[in-house]
């Protein structure tokens, strides 16, 4: 038998529930498949400074159901800037690394993508709670923050019936509303407020104030790249002349034991990124559309926007009538 292959991986950005499920998966699949593991930590800043373990079966025993990320995270400045990436290379070159999983988002693969062109071969997994990367219906993480929001969200509809209240409650996610959306829909909110399209707080007002007679609670979900629930908050209660409750989820969003659907996702695209280094496919990024996993270039979903399902965002705000 000849020398074994050696493979890398990191986790990059902000941490998702269901990236240590991915970490095992690849691990493990890998050294089936007779090849080498180097786990490098703190992303892209491991790369730099050559901080890394090498994995083996123990190494990711008992992490499946752990949120996080056992190598840990960072963002690397040092990393956008060509002597920063020259080092991480010749750190790779220097233990023989010929192939490297990213698990991480969309800043993530733009530094993976920048390690192609000058020659390494490398693949990524999408792995944020945001779901914003193009060429993949959900990332690693996701369906886990709703499933912890949802659960917020219940204890919050339990005080706010209790009280008649009216409550803004602020969700993560950048730029984009996924999380909002899939969190009004699942929780029954009444309004959702996103980037994506525009809203109106007088008319907001206006109809809460109009609907409050016989109703309990009214629940205003808002991502963060839409406007502060603080903000919506004095509007709403400037304008409807009711009290008005924040609740600002913060970063209690990406922790928790990552769900069914991250695991199983976990061990799908973990097999399928150590299944395309052995194939000799670099520059891709794995993903799930209409439940079959697929792979995109890195050029293309990076220059694509990821749309906001405007059918659901609409239907939400039908079935909250």
Same mark, same amino acid.
């Not at 988002?105 to 779901?131: C, M, W, Y």
């Not at 309990?216 to 790249?225: K, N, S, W």
């Not at 004095?234 to 008005?244: D, N, P, Q, T």
């Given at each position: 038998?000849?020398?074994?292959?050696?493979?890398?991986?990191?986790?990059?950005?902000?941490?998702?529930?269901?990236?240590?499920?991915?970490?095992?998966?690849?691990?493990?699949?890998?050294?089936?498949?007779?090849?080498?593991?180097?786990?490098?930590?703190?992303?892209?800043?491991?790369?730099?400074?050559?901080?890394?373990?090498?994995?083996?079966?123990?190494?990711?025993?008992? =992490?499946?159901?752990?949120?996080?990320?056992?190598?840990?995270?960072?963002?690397?400045?040092?990393?956008?800037?060509?002597?920063?990436?020259?080092?991480?290379?010749?750190?790779?070159?220097?233990?023989?690394?010929?192939?490297?999983?990213? +698990?991480?988002?969309?800043?993530?693969?733009?530094?993976?993508?920048?390690?192609?062109?000058?020659?390494?071969?490398?693949?990524?997994?999408?792995?944020?709670?945001?779901?914003?990367?193009?060429?993949?219906?959900?990332?690693?993480?996701?369906?886990?923050?709703?499933?912890?929001?949802?659960?917020?969200?219940?204890?919050?509809?339990?005080?706010?019936?209790?009280?008649?209240?009216?409550?803004?409650?602020?969700?993560?996610?950048?730029?984009?509303?996924? +999380?909002?959306?899939?969190?009004?829909?699942?929780?029954?909110?009444?309004? =959702?407020?996103?980037?994506?399209?525009?809203?109106?707080?007088?008319?907001?007002?206006?109809?809460?104030?109009?609907?409050?007679?016989?109703?309990?609670?009214?629940?205003?979900?808002?991502?963060?790249?839409?406007?502060?629930?603080?903000?919506?908050?004095?509007?709403?209660?400037?304008?409807?002349?009711?009290?008005?409750?924040?609740?600002?989820?913060?970063?209690?969003?990406?922790?928790?034991?990552?769900?069914?659907?991250?695991?199983?996702?976990?061990?799908?695209?973990?097999?399928?990124?150590?299944?395309?280094?052995?194939?000799?496919?670099?520059?891709?990024?794995?993903?799930?559309?209409?439940?079959?996993?697929?792979?995109?270039?890195?050029?293309?979903?990076?220059?694509?926007?990821?749309?906001?399902?405007?059918?659901?965002?609409?239907?939400?705000?039908?079935?909250?009538?």
């Amino acid at each position: 038998m000849g020398e074994k292959r050696n493979i890398a991986l990191l986790t990059s950005g902000g941490d998702a529930s269901g990236m240590n499920a991915v970490i095992r998966t690849v691990t493990r699949y890998a050294i089936y498949n007779n090849l080498k593991v180097y786990g490098f930590y703190e992303g892209f800043k491991g790369l730099i400074n050559n901080d890394f373990i090498v994995l083996d079966l123990n190494s990711v025993g008992g =992490i499946i159901d752990r949120g996080g990320t056992f190598l840990y995270s960072a963002r690397s400045e040092k990393f956008k800037c060509r002597e920063g990436q020259k080092q991480a290379i010749d750190n790779l070159k220097k233990n023989k690394i010929e192939g490297l999983v990213v +698990i991480g988002g969309d800043g993530s693969f733009r530094g993976a993508h920048e390690l192609h062109k000058q020659g390494i071969q490398v693949v990524g997994i999408p792995a944020t709670i945001d779901n914003d990367v193009a060429g993949t219906d959900y990332s690693i993480g996701f369906d886990t923050a709703l499933n912890v929001i949802i659960d917020i969200m219940s204890k919050i509809r339990d005080t706010a019936s209790s009280h008649e209240r009216i409550f803004v409650v602020e969700v993560m996610g950048r730029n984009s509303g996924m +999380i909002a959306v899939n969190t009004g829909i699942a929780c029954g909110a009444d309004y =959702i407020l996103i980037p994506e399209i525009e809203f109106d707080l007088a008319k907001i007002a206006s109809q809460i104030k109009n609907h409050r007679e016989g109703k309990r609670h009214t629940l205003v979900v808002v991502a963060e790249g839409a406007a502060s629930a603080s903000d919506v908050a004095s509007s709403i209660k400037l304008l409807a002349g009711h009290e008005v409750r924040i609740s600002v989820l913060g970063y209690i969003q990406r922790g928790g034991s990552p769900s069914a659907l991250d695991r199983i996702l976990a061990a799908e695209f973990g097999k399928k990124a150590v299944d395309l280094l052995l194939e000799g496919e670099s520059d891709c990024m794995i993903g799930i559309k209409s439940m079959k996993i697929e792979t995109s270039k890195f050029e293309d979903i990076l220059e694509a926007k990821k749309n906001i399902d405007e059918d659901l965002y609409r239907l939400a705000h039908i079935l909250a009538l």
